[in-house]
């Protein structure tokens, strides 16, 4: 008897359960609020809403995709001023801005890479009806993730050729015997 009770209270919450997660897939397009405890601020959430049959993993596949591609053409084609410029030189390039100066051709080439490859992303993604803070937020995560895969393309290149230094002769300069691609 006290199975029949404990299985039919498990059936009940299970049930709940997936009414819940079927509510929160079929999300409206209206907004949605959370508050955070510490501050008492509200913060609207972005509405996703996306029918059952949906299935964005090959959009998903897609974008990162293109972002490998990407960030695999740029640091190929601009190999030489990557490696031998300090880190921050990819920085620039992919926001197109720099606060001192002005980009070298290098950086405006890259940036206008990185830019067509942003809108592109924007239209598979098909979000609608977002403010300009929310395209700023996610071409933000956008090309922090670029940068990242940049510098580290950049790091792994280096710390392979200082590798492949160490074994042959000692006082190398990268730069001084870089093959450009």
């Not at 996610?138 to 230094?165: D, H, P, Q, T």
């Amino acid at each position: 008897m006290n199975n029949d009770i404990h299985n039919r209270i498990k059936m009940r919450k299970d049930r709940k359960t997936k009414q819940a997660w079927q509510k929160m897939r079929l999300k409206t397009k209206s907004a949605q609020h959370t508050t955070d405890a510490a501050s008492g601020k509200v913060h609207k959430l972005l509405p996703f809403s996306m029918p059952n049959n949906y299935d964005n993993r090959t959009e998903i596949l897609r974008i990162k995709e293109i972002i490998d591609k990407t960030t695999n053409t740029i640091f190929i084609s601009y190999k030489k001023d990557l490696l031998c410029e300090p880190i921050t030189y990819i920085i620039p390039a992919v926001w197109g801005k720099i606060k001192q100066g002005r980009l070298t051709t290098s950086q405006k080439e890259i940036y206008s890479t990185i830019d067509s490859m942003i809108k592109n992303i924007m239209e598979i993604l098909e979000l609608e009806e977002l403010n300009d803070a929310q395209i700023f937020a996610i071409e933000y995560f956008i090309r922090g993730l670029v940068i990242s895969k940049i510098a580290y393309l950049i790091e792994a290149f280096k710390n392979r050729s200082k590798e492949e230094a160490k074994q042959g002769e000692d006082g190398v300069n990268l730069c001084d015997h870089l093959r450009v691609s």
